[in-house]
């Protein structure tokens, strides 16, 4: 059974490194960043909105996915990429699934904010806001991003109830059978490897 497992979380939540140490533990998970497909193709993670990058590199990564499902009956792929949304989700899980995926998981990611801000401004800026002394810059960055945190899980309500519902989306009706998707909550703070598991519902 093909599993597509779609990453859900803030900035600066580790949602990249916990899914790279996931994936270096189980050799049989395959991990796709639309980040990194983003790297690999124009040499650089974040461009300009308006160049149309995002699209070329979300398209690519859709396609690596794609081929992934299909050849391997089993495989299962963490698809880090952005979902800000519930609309985002149900337009990504209803193409995991037209594209022959078997089954279809989130993990949401639940990161403390004092910690993803850490990470956020250690990795954006390499500033230590746990070190230094907070300048008026600083303090503003340090805002906005709690702003955006906050935002992101506001917007999650669909995530908080353990699974989301999507209607099927081979069948173009009001009436379509729904297919429920497992939501695992995830802090990676609290990973422990090799010793942990997948989380639940993963295996």
Known sequence: MSTVVLISGPRGAGKTTYCKKIAAHYPDIQHMSLDETMTRIFGFPWPDTDTGAWSVAYDVMM???KTAVLTDSSALILADM??????????????????????????????????????????????DDRRAAHADEWRRKMRSYALDHCRYHHNAHDLRENAISVRHPDWNVSWAPVITVPVAM???????????PLPIPFV
């Open 63 to 65: 396609e690596e996915i």
């Open 82 to 127: 952005w979902n800000g949304s519930c609309i985002d989700r149900e337009k990504l899980i209803s193409r995991f699934l037209k594209m022959g995926a078997d089954r279809v998981v989130v993990w949401y990611f639940i990161t403390p904010l004092d910690t993803a801000r850490h990470w956020f401004l250690e990795r954006e800026y390499q500033y």
């Open 186 to 196: 995830i802090d990676p703070t609290q990973l422990v490897l090799p010793a942990m």
